[in-house]
T-cell receptor, first 114, second 116 residues
């Protein structure tokens, strides 16, 4: 079983719609969860972080975490063409010493159609 | 905000040569930096954790003699791909956290290596 799994997509939504991105993780001791956006040929940029069960909202983005189900999601409201990118789910668990290691999913390609 | 600078952004080299990639934290000190590699349409894979003043910690399957990491100061880590081969062609990305032990990372812009 992969440590972090995402539907690779592509996910296509019309402009203005809600895009829903999902992620599951295998290690129950995972402590922190992140969503990164990566445009083609660029490095990832942090969109949201979530640490406790429930919802966390930031502008048009809402992250949802359910540790019992080992599931984390990202909702993008009022999707814009500029949101078209690959969205990476990342899970952080403690590595050696005090280092925290990020494990990434393969990402979901989102296309927002004008 | 925290900025991580990576250089070069792209490099083309001949098979058998070595390539050095630099990663700098511009406005904070980073005792730990992380090096990732990403092949086309694949996820970011952690290669190694770079620790200032000590040896890097490599992930399973990553050859430490091929991917040399030096973290000589609190703001600079370098990755040297030695005797590069076409299969080493990839997108190499470094990251760092502005707070020691923190789990929010800032990524550099990445370095695209093409080995002919």
């Amino acid at each position: 079983q992969k440590e972090v799994e995402q539907n690779s997509g592509p996910l296509s939504v019309p402009e203005g719609a809600i895009a829903s991105l999902n992620c599951t993780y295998s290690d129950r001791v995972s402590q922190s969860f992140f969503w990164y956006r990566q445009y083609s040929g660029k490095s990832p940029e942090l969109i949201m972080s979530i640490y406790s069960n429930g919802d966390k909202e930031d502008g048009r983005f809402t992250a949802q975490l359910n540790k019992a189900s080992q599931y984390v999601s990202l909702l993008i409201r009022d999707s814009q063409p500029s949101d078209s990118a690959t969205y990476l789910c990342a899970v952080n668990k403690k590595g050696g010493g005090s280092n925290y290691k990020l494990t990434f999913g393969k990402g979901t390609l989102l296309t927002v159609n004008p | 905000g925290a900025v991580v600078s990576q250089h070069p952004s792209w490099v083309i080299c001949k098979s058998g040569t070595s390539v050095k990639i630099e990663c700098r934290s511009l406005d904070f000190q980073a005792t730990t930096m992380f090096w990732y590699r990403q092949f086309p349409k694949q996820s970011l894979m952690l290669m190694a954790t770079s620790n200032e003043g000590s040896k890097a910690t490599y992930e399973q399957g990553v050859e430490k003699d091929k991917f040399l990491i030096n973290h000589a100061s609190l703001t600079l880590s370098t990755l040297t791909v030695t005797s590069a081969h076409p299969e080493d062609s990839s997108f190499y990305i470094c990251s760092a956290s502005p707070r020691a032990g923190a789990n929010v990372l800032t990524f550099g812009a990445g370095s695209r290596l093409t080995v002919l």
